[in-house]
């Protein structure tokens, strides 16, 4: 007897446990994004990237002084995939950067606004708390209906979820959880947006976007040399070992557009 007096609590714990909404997993953008960051690394690697290694000073007394007084390096290497920053391309980048920015925001109109998930947890334990939330605990057991086989439980904890839904997300907003599962859902569009406007593929797109940011935040540290600008872009034993490589008419055309590119490609990125 104590037994079947059990079994409906727990049908309604396993229907509560099943409808709370899991931790959020990894995002799909991300990998997306890595895609194209493995096809830029890719062109690094063939040479056609702005970033390139200083000569090596290692060497012994003769071989480094031929390298001190080797002829200028010729600057950044343009392909297909790495365009010369012109004011030219900058405008047509400003452009489908205004329509990615287009179909992000109306995105965001979507979903409206979210709550951190600190915040939401707090929100929704609120609304749980109150008259209608205590409602739907009450429906649970009317759910559970005494069966107790797995997919009656899987059915009833999805309704369940439904309902307790329908009681939080008109005062707290979208789990973000759900707010960022639809954001993924449209991530190919966003992305879609400045190619289509730009006329720029993505490649094309992600690696003058990669470029730009180290330029503008390092202008007090371009460095001249031998025709060509170099940021530092990363270092090996305390010492800068690779660079972006500029020519210095992409420093001139970059430069007075920074305010302005950084804060879009910020957003972009």
Known sequence: MRISRLMPCAVVAAMLAAAIPAPAHAQLGGLIKKK???????????GDSARTAPPDTSAPDAAGKAARTAPPRPGPRFS????????????????????????????????????????????????????EGQKVYQQSRDLANGDTTYEHIQKASRELARRMEQVVEPKCGLEPRKAEEIREQHADSVEAAAPAASGLTRLQLTIVKERILPLCAATQAVAAAAGEMRVPAGTQNGANAIYYVYTPNEVNAVQPRCAKLASALRTSL
Request: a neutral charge; glycine letters at 6%; proline letters at 3%.
């Open 36 to 46: 194209v960051k493995d096809k830029v690394a890719q062109t690094i690697g063939r």
């Open 80 to 131: 297909e995939y790495m365009l010369e920053i012109t004011p030219e391309l900058l405008d047509r980048l400003e452009k489908g950067l205004a329509a990615e920015e287009v179909v992000r925001q109306e995105i965001e109109r979507k979903i409206g606004k979210v709550l951190s998930h600190d915040e939401y947890k707090k929100c929704q334990a609120a609304v749980l708390r109150g008259p």
